[in-house]
């Protein structure tokens, strides 16, 4: 009975804890609650024990008390503790600020209760039979016990113990003879094992219910800030048991899914939220989830939701449910796929750029090694595109740009994906690579698809489209690979010039190995001084007197021999060791020609990279003042390239290098892309017209016409005109009737070295003022 009774104190606290909603209002139970609470839940007990004490006693001493005595104390008894029952229901009702009052009564309660209870057995005892005394004491010894059932009011429990304890002892006195001593003491230590007893019950259920309240209420903080999380908007609640049944929803969850908050309830938690291999594993292995996104379907639409959960255990490790929150991501999660496809798409085309196009290839090597089908890699490189920007502004470009997007994706179809991967640069991925044939048709049909016209308002644009192309699995396995061996087919592509397409061979990778290998020894032999220049003279037509050198690179290798320009040149124009190379044949031909007698020039070869870098004006100006030559013996040969890329920048360049005094030249004519408007620029003090342009010209009548024309055009400006590359008497006589002014060539003498340029001019002097 006493344990039972201990467990109703005790059990208040713990539902207090457990029962603790979701969400709520209610206001939990203080200590002080929970005591008043404690002791009107033990009232029962504690009244039981004293009725049966009190027949206990009327039994025993039925023969020996007058039985009015004994009718009348047992009424009393019954009567008080009904009364006090009824009392205590009453004050288990009181506010709390009542509750001080209340424990007033419960002392007073226990001292009258014990005073009345122990007056019959005290004043009968001494008439007792020793059998009947024994039953008494142990009685009294019983009900004093009871304290524990009122430990809470420990003065109360004091004072009953106290007064029961005194009855007893009074009692016997009467009786006990030189036994009272032993009795008193063992009475006092009876007593005060309950007392102490009652105190130490009174503090652990005090801190227990202490314990309790504190957690309550920091539950009901957690509710209440829950509550106000879910009324504000930011998310909603949800309960399941330990089956997935939902037992408890958010009427905004409900809401979402077109459900009311009742209708939801009992049912399982993935046939709302739908199934996720990783919810379900959670939930299988008991365990927290966090952020968990799950696509749920609703009356408007799939829609996004973030579920984040942990598992309720019970005291003693048993498993309830989860409980957790939620919230609708949508549009997060939208916004999370639109920053995913700008940054995978180009913004200015809206196809796949370099980032997306790399995804996409990894997707297709794969399937192309999975199921042994091969997959073509493209790159499309546009021919002639920076000048669009040069010439017509960027907003043309850009204009351009996403026509060429256009065409390229309508001639592509389904076939494969079209993707921008740099500036003038685009990548495809067909997916069917099968036939290396349809894949090189496709490639035709992309360069002509490129090559029609861009109208605009002022004219149109023409520009074209070189491809390389690499397969999977044939060429490589990973994106790495192939997409190299694509850029090294598009390189050769580029260098067969325009509108090309090649696919990839092995040669190119080792032609490639090869190229990387020579810009290192470039580059070290700049460093070690194994570059040359060799002079090839310049002579009059008509007296074939010498009027300057051109000066031209030579690189003798120490492994490989001599290098042809041809094959080293445009590695130092693509990697930009030309830069250095250029500053120091200017260098050294300025010191070089220093020691010519005047007015014999030097011509030096200049590229168009060089022409666009902005310290190039002064490197020119520093090599002529640390040879001391003067600026008109200086004379630099400028490509025809220079008119496609960047025009307007080189013309630039061009006039402040002829407001220097040095001669500027226009190098072959003829068999590029230069028109006769190039040479009507009044820039030009010479121009160079290729042998083999010549040579045509000697056998077709309409391209003699043509250079009279130019020969006519020049003159007009005052510009000499140099035939390069004769080899022949008959070649010179032609060109005198074509009336070329100077010339050059293996049939005048080859190029030599610098020491072998003296030796020359000793032989034939240079006539004053011949440098005209």
Known sequence: MIHA?????????????????????????????????????????????????????????????????????????????????????????????????????????????????????????????????????????????????????????????????????????????????ALILLTLAYLGVVLAGCLTIERLLWRAMDMAARERARREAITLLLKEY????????????????????????AGLVGRAPAQMLGLPIGAVLGGNPRLSAAMAARESFANLELQVSTPGGPRWVSVSGNPIIGPGGSFHGFRGVGADVTETHRSQERLTRMA?????????????????????????????????????????????NDRFGHPIGDAVLRGVAQRLSAAVGDRGVVGRVGGDEFALVLRDGQSRSEA?????????AVAAP??????????????????????????????????????EAKSRGRGTFRPFRPEMQQAAERRAGLEHDLRQALRLGQLLLHYQ??????SYEIRGFEALLRWHHPDRGPIAPAVFLPIAEETGIIDDIGAWVLRTACRDAASWPEPLFVSVNVSSRQLIMGAFVGGVGD??????????????????????????????????????????????????????????????????????????????????????AIVSVAGSFRMSVVAERIEAEEELVSIEELGCSHFQGYLAAPPMSFTDTEALLRAYPVPVGAAG
């Open 5 to 181: 009774s201990l467990q109703a104190i005790v059990d208040p606290a713990h539902r207090a804890v457990e029962r603790t909603p979701l969400t709520g209002e209610e206001a939990g139970p203080r200590p002080d609650d929970l005591r008043v609470e404690a002791l009107w839940k033990t009232a029962p007990w504690f009244a039981g024990l004293s009725l049966i004490c009190a027949v206990v006693i009327a039994w025993t001493i039925r023969g020996t008390a007058p039985p009015l005595a004994i009718a009348i104390w047992l009424s009393a008894v019954a009567g008080l503790n009904w009364g006090s029952l009824r009392v205590r229901q009453r004050v288990a009702n009181y506010p709390l600020e009542r509750i001080g009052r209340s424990s007033l009564w419960s002392i007073a309660d226990a001292a009258v209760h014990a005073a009345i209870w122990a007056s019959l057995p005290a004043w009968t005892f001494g008439t007792q039979p020793v059998e009947a005394q024994a039953v008494i004491a142990a009685t009294m010894a019983t009900l004093i016990a009871g304290a524990f059932l009122i430990a809470l009011a420990p003065v109360a429990a004091s004072l009953w113990s106290a007064v029961l304890a005194g009855a007893l002892i009074f009692g016997a006195s009467s009786s006990a003879g030189g036994h009272l001593p």
């Open 537 to 542: 003279p310049v002579l009059s037509a008509g």
């Open 623 to 708: 090599a002529l003042a640390a040879a001391r030559l003067a600026p008109d013996r200086l004379q630099l040969e400028i490509p025809e390239q220079v008119f496609l890329d960047g025009a307007d920048e080189a013309l630039d360049v061009l006039r402040r290098l002829r407001a220097t005094g040095l001669r500027l030249a226009l190098d072959n004519f003829g068999i590029g892309h230069a028109a006769l408007g190039h040479v009507a620029t009044e820039l030009f003090d010479t121009l160079k017209i290729d042998g083999r342009f010549l040579r045509d010209a000697l056998s077709e009548s309409g391209t003699t016409a043509m250079v009279h």
């Open 440 to 448: 090189e048709v496709m490639a035709q049909t992309l360069i002509t």
């Open 454 to 491: 861009f109208p605009f308002e002022k004219g149109e644009v023409r520009i074209g489209l070189s491809v390389g192309c690499a397969y999977a699995p044939d060429d490589g396995n990973s994106v790495e690979e192939l997409l190299l061996k694509a850029d090294l087919a598009l390189y």
């Open 344 to 388: 995978s798409n180009d913004m200015l085309t809206g196809l796949p750029n370099r980032q997306g196009m790399r995804a996409i290839l990894a997707d297709a090597v794969d399937a192309a090694v999975r199921d042994e089908r091969a997959t073509a890699v493209m790159f499309l490189d546009l021919d002639g595109f920076k000048p669009v």
């Open 230 to 253: 879910e009324d504000q908007g930011a998310g909603w609640l949800w309960q399941i048991d330990a089956f997935g049944l939902f037992t408890y929803v958010s009427p905004r969850i």
